[in-house]
């Protein structure tokens, strides 16, 4: 499991989970975009639940490794996480050539 400090709190969710949002986060950083993801996570009463997180440019959030030893379905969620970074990497490829004085057609979100 991992604690995810984010926005003044934090909660717990599965390694890969942890991962996938950290990368994501960055692509869509690099990309000047935001999305929202729902992932599973361990609610403070040791319950499964589920959180809505917003990644975009200015998302700042902490991964650090717990010894928490409940258990989450994480496997939809990964798809779910990797399925967005496939649409963002094509819709990156699919971008106009930008000539260098913004003339790009497709504005970021």
């Keep these: 499991m991992k604690q995810i400090l984010y926005g003044g709190g934090s909660f ?28 599973p996570v361990l609610l403070p009463d040791g319950t499964p639940g ?11 959030f902490v991964v650090m490794p717990d010894d928490h030893d409940g258990e989450l379905d994480c496997e939809d969620a990964i798809a779910a996480i990797g399925e967005h970074r496939r649409e963002l990497a094509t ?18 979100i």
Excluded: F, K, N
Aim: proline share 5%.
């Design 50 to 60: 589920t959180a809505t997180v917003l990644l975009g440019p200015a998302s700042q």
């Design 91 to 108: 819709a990156q490829r699919a971008r106009p050539w930008d000539d260098g004085i913004g003339s790009s057609m497709i504005d970021p």
């Design 12 to 39: 717990l969710t599965c390694d890969h989970i942890a991962s996938e949002l950290l990368e994501y986060g960055v692509e869509l950083a690099e990309q000047g975009l935001a999305s929202s993801v729902d992932i």
